[in-house]
């Protein structure tokens, strides 16, 4: 399989050309990302959405991220990464439909399985909210295990320090997704009773599960998560 290659910046965000995205991460080069958060409004709360990466990834696996995020490959633009969306969620939005929130500039380092890393990056962040229970996505099983919604009252007071943890609903991408004829009545109805629709799972989440972007970045996004225009 051949490995992506990334732009690569220098600590003025000049272009310096292209480079494997192993050694990005092993010489801790400057790249650009994507990362969408999606919310959707149930009743009087608006809920958050966030994944649980897959065991097997190269960084922070098995932590809890944002939605959707993914790297910009060399050449590629905002516009193309948003790509992730559909590839990891399955959701078909133009890229007109999401909402700017901010840039954020991150030194984020480990260690997996012996192999250090060291992730630099300039990160477009972007909001959207889309009205459709976590049945109707369809996960990307190869890199996203799981999908939680909390509410985002809950996880704003996670990372602000006034909850020690908070009670997410999730499903797994192993579960199959919802038909499209299913309406949103029927998905009701089903949750309600005996069904073979996919059941949920409940976890309580600490903000140490989280991949560590930083309680600066977690605190400024979801304040601004807010402010996306409802779906």
Request: proline letters at 5%; one cysteine or more; aromatic letters at 10%.
């Amino acid at each position: 399989m051949t490995q992506e290659r990334f732009d690569i910046y220098d600590d003025q965000q000049q272009w310096l050309g292209t480079e494997l995205r192993s050694e990005v991460h092993a010489k801790g080069y400057w790249h650009r990302s994507f990362h969408c958060w999606i919310v959707r409004d149930d009743r009087d709360q608006r809920m958050v959405l966030f994944q649980r990466r897959r065991e097997i990834k190269d960084t922070f696996p098995g932590c809890y991220d944002i939605t959707a995020a993914g790297h910009l490959s060399a050449g590629e633009q905002l516009e193309d990464a948003s790509r992730e969306l559909e590839e990891e969620l399955g959701v078909h939005v133009p890229f007109e439909a999401l909402t700017y929130l901010m840039t954020a500039k991150q030194l984020l380092q480990g260690e997996v399985r012996g192999v250090p890393f060291m992730d630099r990056e300039i990160s477009s962040v972007y909001g959207l909210c889309l009205n459709q229970p976590l049945e109707a996505y369809t996960l990307q099983a190869s890199e996203v295990d799981s999908l939680y919604e909390v509410p985002l009252s809950d996880l704003l007071a996670l990372f602000r320090g006034e909850m020690d943890s908070i009670q997410a609903s999730g499903v797994n991408a192993e579960q199959t997704p919802l038909p499209e004829s299913v309406n949103q009545a029927d998905q009701n109805y089903n949750r309600e009773c005996s069904s073979p629709f996919p059941a949920r799972q409940d976890r309580l989440i600490q903000a140490s599960e989280f991949v560590p972007h930083g309680p600066e970045y977690y605190i400024s996004v979801l304040e601004a998560l807010y402010h996306v225009p409802k779906g």
